[in-house]
């Protein structure tokens, strides 16, 4: 049974800072993405679960972290998100694949991954 837990969404004003967490384990890539109505869902960041290797859009470079960590069979992805901005606002998932994944675009492609947790809200206001 696929179980992706998320937690860590909320609301903040412009310039706050949110972390999202998911637990999971047995997966090689795990990933955050997001969907803002009227929008196609979009890769924010993915990481290697094995190598803590992270790729990032370039809508979240230098102010997202995306990290993993380890506590015997279960890992727990975050997303530390700081600098927000309105635009940022949407539902927030966690991804994850135990196929490998070829090539850096592609880690953030959501076919990519098939298991996702139900999702978590972050709302940015100006």
């Known amino acids: 049974q696929v179980q992706l837990v998320e937690s860590g969404g909320g609301s903040v004003q412009a310039g706050g800072s949110l972390r999202l967490s998911c637990a999971a384990s047995g997966y090689k890539y795990m990933g955050w993405f997001r969907h803002a109505p009227g929008k196609g869902p979009e890769g924010v960041a993915a990481?290697?679960?094995?190598?803590?290797?992270?790729?990032?859009a370039d809508s979240g470079k230098g102010r997202f972290t995306i990290s993993i960590s380890k506590d015997n069979a279960k890992n727990t992805m975050y997303l530390e998100m700081n600098s927000l901005k309105p635009e940022d606002t949407a539902m927030y998932y966690c991804a994850a694949t135990g196929n490998w994944i070829y090539g850096a675009a592609s880690t953030l492609d959501h076919s990519q991954y098939p298991d996702w947790g139900q999702g978590t809200q972050v709302t940015v206001s100006s």
């Open positions: 990481v290697v679960v094995n190598s803590g290797y992270t790729y990032y």
